[in-house]
């Protein structure tokens, strides 16, 4: 297979099962108000990480599926998602950066630029909010899971917490 290929591909499924992770997530989190749970995506399914019971999450899971199937795409994007934060820190680091632009080398110089950089670094995150999101929605998940199936799902130890493997396939 080419390279470029399985890139693309490579992409895609994890695009899917990053879709299903946050809608099992958005599930779960309705129904059980307060838990704490967290997700990670790869190529071949996801990882539900916290104390859960199984039979719940297989609905959950299931149930993810079968409404992006259904068309309800929004379960895809989660508020506690990794690319709102690195959205949010890239754009409040970069402000900082530019902050410290062309300020000087002695440390009185640089802590007299600190509430400027504050200044910027506060209104970048203000101003990246819905960049996440939107990072969720072009590149990071996707609610089209046309051919995504669930092969299994398994309780498991992630990093010492419990956890489920959801490992799915997609024709």
């Not at 958005?26 to 539900?48: E, K, Q, T």
């Not at 719940?56 to 259904?70: C, G, N, T």
């Not at 410290?100 to 200044?119: A, C, D, H, W, Y």
Request: net charge positive.
């Amino acid at each position: 297979m080419n390279p470029l290929n399985w890139l693309l591909d490579t992409w895609m499924a994890v695009r899917r099962n990053h879709g299903l992770e946050h809608a099992t997530l958005n599930i779960l989190g309705r129904r059980f108000p307060g838990i704490v749970i967290a997700g990670h995506s790869d190529r071949d399914g996801c990882w539900i990480i916290g104390s859960i019971p199984s039979d719940a999450l297989a609905q959950a899971a299931y149930e993810a599926l079968s409404r992006l199937k259904s068309g309800e795409h929004g379960l895809v994007i989660h508020r506690n998602c990794g690319t709102n934060f690195v959205a949010s820190g890239a754009a409040a680091g970069l402000a900082a950066w530019l902050g410290m632009f062309n300020v000087g080398r002695s440390f009185r110089q640089k802590l007299e630029r600190l509430p400027t950089v504050i200044m910027l670094s506060t209104l970048a995150l203000i101003i990246s909010q819905p960049l996440g999101p939107y990072l969720q929605q072009v590149a990071t998940t996707t609610g089209e899971v046309t051919g995504l199936t669930i092969q299994s799902i398994r309780p498991a130890q992630r990093g010492g917490l419990p956890a489920h493997r959801i490992t799915t396939t997609f024709r």
